[in-house]
């Protein structure tokens, strides 16, 4: 089946430090989304991103599908940003594969 | 609101008994997902339905069973022939298949003592 990495596994941030997380896959994709979990394990959706750019307030994403990577970008961080980030893919009907996250700590 | 509610929050099982964990949404999708999981890893397909009265296994379905006799509901049983039930579960639901955004529940924790 499809391999999602992501990279890196931890980052530990100042509050108002940028950021760039990274998605890896190993075959093309119908779907990509972002997902941030937070400390109560609560999954929010971020972005549903198969191609393209996309912003929403601090938080951009962009997907290479060619290239097979989706990029994750946190401007000006808070504390509130805090918890693990996920990229999940599917290709053809199958099932989303989710990777195995990046936990990202934004210190005061 | 419309959403998915999962209960209970936080659920502790004996060895050898079944639990049913609930799932219900209000967003009128036809589909619908149960995953797992593990302290510091990605989450796990455990079953998925995409129109009521049907439903297929995941990568992980060995364990535990599903219903959907409801468009609204989905309740997943873990049984005790599951071998390591102590994790996290996620309910999710997307408006038609697994190329649509896909929405989560908060989770319930269950415990095996």
């Known amino acids: 089946g499809i391999q999602v990495e992501q990279s890196p596994p931890d980052l530990i941030l100042q509050e108002g430090a940028n950021s760039t997380l990274r998605c890896n896959f190993s075959?093309?994709?119908?779907?990509l989304q972002w997902f941030h979990q937070n400390p109560w394990g609560q999954l929010i959706n971020l972005f549903y991103?198969?191609?393209g750019t996309k912003q929403n307030g601090r938080l951009s994403a962009t997907t290479v599908a060619t290239e097979r990577y989706s990029l994750l970008y946190i401007s000006s961080s808070q504390t509130t940003d805090s918890g693990v980030y996920f990229c999940?893919?599917?290709?053809?009907?199958?099932?989303?594969?989710f990777g195995s996250g990046t936990r990202l700590q934004v210190q005061p | 609101d419309g959403g998915i509610t999962q209960s209970p929050k936080y659920l502790f099982r004996k060895e050898g008994q079944n639990v049913t964990l609930s799932c219900e949404q209000n967003?009128?999708?036809?589909?619908m997902y149960w995953y797992r999981q593990d302290p510091g890893q990605g989450l796990r397909l455990i079953y998925y339905?995409?129109?009521?009265?049907?439903?297929q296994k995941g990568d992980i379905a060995e364990g535990y069973s599903v219903s959907r006799e409801k468009k609204e509901s989905f309740p997943l049983t873990v049984t005790s022939a599951q071998k390591n039930p102590t994790a996290f579960y996620l309910c999710?639901?997307?408006?038609?298949?697994?190329?649509?955004?896909?929405?989560f529940g908060p989770g319930t924790r269950l415990t095996v003592l």
């Open positions: 999710a639901s997307s408006i038609g298949g697994f190329e649509d955004t896909q929405y």
């Open positions: 075959d093309s994709v119908n779907n």
């Open positions: 991103i198969p191609s």
């Open positions: 999940a893919v599917n290709t053809g009907r199958r099932a989303l594969t």
């Open positions: 967003l009128n999708h036809d589909a």
């Open positions: 339905s995409q129109i009521v009265n049907d439903f």
